[in-house]
Nanobody
């Protein structure tokens, strides 16, 4: 069983920055694709960013150039650095670990971008 614990959410003004963290229960990054999802009220859950075991990253178009996904294997932690935040980034953000038919999820952390 993989456990994921998220932190770093909060309230920020438009144009501000926030760094989300996802701490995993063990050394999983060599075997799982790590991702960040988000879900706004009344909307579908959306894949925001992924990072593979080899370090390859992908982003949804709406966050390219603003968000960066990274990992620290020594700390078993994946990060989402969010810059130039917009009100439309407001959502609950979830950490995800995926391999084949397996999916593990964090509890979610609220990000609110508002003036």
């Amino acid at each position: 069983q993989v456990q994921l614990v998220e932190s770093g959410g909060g309230l920020v003004q438009p144009g501000g920055s926030l760094r989300l963290s996802c701490a995993a229960s063990g050394s999983i990054f060599s075997r799982y694709v790590m991702g960040w999802y988000r879900q706004a009220p009344g909307k579908q859950r959306e894949l925001v960013a992924t990072i593979t075991s080899g370090g390859s990253t992908n982003y949804v178009d709406s966050v390219k150039g603003r968000f960066t996904i990274s990992r620290d294997s020594a700390k078993n932690t994946v990060y989402l650095q969010m810059n130039s935040l917009k009100p439309e980034d407001t959502a609950v953000y979830y950490c995800n670990a995926h391999r084949s038919s397996l999916d593990y999820w964090g509890q979610g952390t609220q990000v609110t971008v508002s003036s």
